[in-house]
């Protein structure tokens, strides 16, 4: 079980925006939502062929304290690595702590 003192890491939460190039299309650029206090810790890792070349990979479990509206269409930014969130689960169903499955890509 995580408790305030595990929140121990400074994430960024960010969502993409699209924002239009002028020319009929768009740009996307990821836009912070909030700086959270979380506990991180690795899951796991692996490695596969992303675009004919080997890429590395790692999962993360990211928890923080409950806060509406995260989904895995946004993303954690942690300095200069970057964690997609991949599923967010309510632990307890409580509305308490939020637990989010991340992996982070080596791309």
Excluded at 12 to 20: D, F, G, I, M, T
Excluded at 26 to 50: H, I, N, R
Excluded at 78 to 99: F, K, N, P, S
């Amino acid at each position: 079980m995580t408790g305030p003192g595990d929140l121990r890491h400074r994430l960024v939460l960010e969502e993409a925006q699209r924002v239009s190039d002028g020319a009929g299309g768009f740009t996307e650029d990821w836009v912070t939502v909030a700086t959270v206090w979380a506990a991180l810790e690795l899951s796991g890792g692996g490695e596969g062929v992303e675009a004919g070349r080997l890429a590395g990979r790692m999962t993360h479990g990211v928890t923080l304290r409950y806060r509406a509206g995260v989904t895995p269409a946004m993303r954690f930014r942690h300095g200069a690595r970057v964690l997609h969130i991949l599923a967010v689960i309510d632990e307890g169903a409580r509305r308490q702590w939020l637990r989010c499955l991340c992996e982070e890509r080596d791309l």
